[in-house]
């Protein structure tokens, strides 16, 4: 009997690495089930910081060789037109933004593509004195967006910038506003009433396109081309006003031409929607 000693003791030991071999395989096994998701959204990160060529290291923010960085404030910015350009805006879940003048002492003067697009937090956006591009698809698709401040130094707003932005109610263009782009409002549904000013030139094709609500608009004098169809489907629309001779398709028109604002709404958003309306 004692010889069967030590065959026992080391039968147990066996059973006992086998036991705990198979405890570590189901808690590894366990442990990726619950970790799948955080290694998922840790990859996805790494990704996006591995793309935008930022590197990450706790809460400092290390400058790569694109010349990107975040700036004070939480906004992914580059060098452009002697100042910065906001490309990315990491205030996601604020209702009400203030971009600043300056990032890292340099002037913020450009709102870049797609830099607050589909932000459905955001209700009112201020942008800085100073600002002069507002970018395409800048603002596209903020659909919580209800005021919006465009400073006077803004000079141009880029195709569809501020598209199906559904619940702004009030836009007004700065005087140093020369291009409207290409849908810039399109299908502002809840859009009620726009302000142009003198510096304004051009108006792109489909720029107010779809904006049910808008009631009046009046066309400064400086202005000498009106895109095709860009306030077409302005169906609450009774009140336009334009300045000076333009060509349409083959029909020259003025205001005289027609008895009364709500005649010239109806051909500026209907019966002439078809061509560009040009000086």
Known sequence: MEANKPKKSKLTIVAIILSSIAIVLALAI???????PVIDFAGAIISFVVVIGVIVVGSIIILSNSGMYFGAEPYLTSDIYGGCQINYSLNLFDSEIVVPETINDMQVVSIGTSAFEANENATKIVLPNGLKNIEENAFAYCTSLEEIVIPDTVEYIGDNAFLGCSSLKTIEI??????????????????????????????????????????????????????????????????????????????????????????????????????????
């Open 174 to 279: 700065g005087a140093s506003t020369r291009f409207i782009g290409v849908g810039a409002f399109q299908d502002c549904v809840s859009l009620e009433t726009v302000t142009l000013k003198n510096g304004l030139e051009e108006i792109g094709m489909q720029a107010f396109y779809g904006c049910t609500s808008l009631r009046a608009i009046e066309i400064p004098k400086n202005v000498f081309k009106i895109g095709m169809g860009a306030f077409y489907g302005c169906e609450s629309m009774t009140f336009a006003m334009i300045y000076g001779l333009y060509k349409v398709g083959d029909t020259t028109v003025s205001v005289g031409d027609f008895p009364n604002a709500q005649e010239m709404a109806y051909a500026l958003t209907n019966t002439y929607s078809q061509y560009d309306w040009e000086k």
């Open 30 to 36: 366990i442990a990726g089930v619950i970790l799948k």
